[in-house]
């Protein structure tokens, strides 16, 4: 069984669209929700869902998710974004990629919406299998041992998706599935997309150099999950 682990921070716009994503699924899954302090209308939208929901003591995307993932009874555990959905047989490629035991993890390529030029140069980047260029907007997936062995996500106040893929990739495989992920453009929307991708390569490559994730953190609210 496939365990989707999902941080949310106020995202009633986006969880009826990826609750209906996950229920055309035909692989065995559980959905577990972990709030980190939502103020609109997502804690009430999830729990007449009927799914699992955890309220965290504290918001941090790194934090959610690890609290998320002590709740988790499946054998992959599947990180992903609220503003994010999958296509159809999304959780059974997971399953299929994991069936090969050199691969350690893994993740989606992106698709960002609406469609126009500047997203499908950024689309097209994202089937790069590169820490560069593999982000949590696509969804990571590990076996919940590989999770434990290496202690989760650390919880910083950004990067903790990159930061446990560098972990992930000295260990072994990392697979990217072709099929995408629909991701949300909002925070392209909200900077403009010239401006947002700056800020993306400003943070990725001060965050190699090794800038300090709360001085990184100021350039990527917490409304930009």
């Known amino acids: 069984m496939i365990s989707i682990i999902i941080p949310v921070l106020n995202e009633e716009k986006n969880l009826a669209s990826l609750i209906e994503s ?6 065995a899954h559980e959905l577990i929700f972990v709030d980190g302090g939502s103020t609109d209308k997502s804690q009430e939208i999830i729990s007449k869902s009927n799914f699992k929901f955890i309220s965290a003591n504290r918001k941090g995307r790194a934090f959610q998710m690890n609290e998320g993932a002590k709740f988790a009874s499946g054998d ?8 994010c959905k999958l296509q159809a047989d999304s959780l059974s490629e997971i399953i299929k990629v994991l069936e090969d035991k050199t691969v350690i993890a ?3 390529v992106m698709e960002l919406r609406p469609k126009g030029p500047f997203y499908r140069i950024y ?3 994202t089937t790069i299998n590169s820490i560069f260029f593999t982000y949590g907007d696509a969804g990571l997936f590990m076996r919940k041992v590989t999770f434990k062995y290496i202690n989760g996500f ?3 106040p950004i990067m903790e998706d990159i930061e446990i893929q560098q972990r992930l990739r000295k260990i072994g495989r990392f697979n990217k599935i072709k099929i995408p992920i629909i991701t949300s453009s909002r925070r392209f929307k909200e900077n403009g997309s010239l401006k947002q991708i700056l800020i993306d390569i400003y943070i990725i490559l001060t965050w ?3 800038w300090n994730a709360g001085k990184l953190k100021t350039l990527y609210p917490d409304d930009y999950r």
């Open 154 to 156: 650390k919880e910083i």
């Open 22 to 27: 996950i229920r055309i699924q035909n692989v």
């Open 76 to 83: 992959i555990l599947f990180f992903l974004h609220a503003d």
């Open 106 to 108: 893994g993740s989606f």
């Open 123 to 125: 689309n097209a980047f």
């Open 208 to 210: 190699h150099l090794g």
